[in-house]
């Protein structure tokens, strides 16, 4: 079975979700054959690569809230984030543009370590003094290297705007075709939606009916076509 992710590293939600969503895999008897897989989501696409500002400005700008009720919702998300066993900056973060991270991941994909790469970017993100946005590909680079990634690989793709850009795009664009209008957003064999970071149990519960209810594999012929199996291959008599 497979289960899509549609996140995106600067969702704080996202960071939270993910590890409930890891709690209820983790007790699912059928872990070892689920496939996760994490799809790429912009919370803030047309802002600049170097348009960085403090995470508070952005929400009180963003939303209209003052700056009293960003600080209480910074400071709850600190509470829900630590009560899954995460360590959550109230203070002092900032926010950018996601998309290097997102072109990154679809790179750290092909190298087997999409997973580590996006665990290490969301505590980069939400627990690290040391901003993901505001140093440069070189924050980028050693963070993708602690993932497991090659340091010299990684800096031809930041290089490089158009690599894993058209995955990047080509994920957001099935996230509309889908339904998706925010993130985080999972998809289970693409059966099953869960929006929003929902208790362990939700998608406990997930887990289990979309399990059950995989279509069994329907043979279209059911004749005695040779075929080869464990004990070797029949040969057909001679005319």
């Given at each position: 079975m497979r289960v899509e992710i549609w996140s995106d590293i600067a969702c704080p939600w996202c960071y939270v979700g993910k590890a409930r969503f890891e709690k209820a895999l983790a007790a699912f008897p059928h872990r070892a054959d689920v496939?996760?897989?994490?799809?790429?989501?912009?919370?803030?696409?047309?802002?600049?690569?170097?348009?960085?500002?403090?995470?508070?400005?952005?929400?009180?700008?963003?939303?209209?809230?003052?700056?009293?009720?960003a600080q209480a919702g910074e400071d709850n998300l600190g509470a829900q984030a630590a009560a899954e066993?995460?360590?959550?900056?109230?203070?002092?973060?900032?926010?950018?543009?996601?998309?290097?991270?997102?072109?990154?991941?679809?790179?750290?994909?092909?190298?087997?370590?999409?997973?580590?790469?996006?665990q290490i970017?969301?505590?980069?993100?939400f627990a690290e003094e040391r901003s993901v946005f505001s140093e440069g590909d070189e924050r980028l680079v050693e963070l993708a290297v602690e993932a497991g990634l090659h340091a010299g690989d990684t800096r031809a793709v930041l290089a490089d705007p158009a690599a894993y850009?058209?995955?990047?795009?080509?994920?957001?664009?099935?996230?509309?075709?889908?339904?998706?209008?925010?993130?985080p957003f999972f998809v289970l064999?693409?059966?099953?939606?869960?929006?929003?970071?929902?208790?362990?149990?939700?998608?406990?519960?997930?887990?289990?009916?979309?399990?059950?209810?995989?279509?069994?594999?329907?043979?279209?012929?059911?004749?005695?076509?040779?075929?080869?199996?464990?004990d070797g291959c029949a040969v057909p008599p001679r005319a």
């Open positions: 496939e996760v897989v994490h799809r790429s989501f912009e919370l803030d696409p047309g802002r600049a690569k170097g348009d960085v500002q403090p995470v508070i400005t952005m929400l009180t700008a963003k939303y209209g809230m003052s700056a009293a009720q066993g995460l360590d959550y900056r109230t203070r002092d973060r900032d926010h950018g543009n996601t998309f290097d991270m997102h072109r990154l991941l679809h790179f750290a994909k092909e190298r087997g370590r999409q997973d580590q790469l996006i970017l969301y505590r980069a993100n850009a058209d995955e990047v795009r080509a994920d957001e664009r099935e996230a509309a075709q889908l339904g998706a209008n925010g993130v064999d693409r059966a099953y939606g869960v929006s929003g970071a929902q208790p362990a149990e939700v998608f406990s519960q997930a887990l289990t009916q979309a399990w059950g209810e995989r279509s069994p594999l329907k043979l279209v012929d059911q004749g005695d076509a040779e075929a080869c199996g464990p």
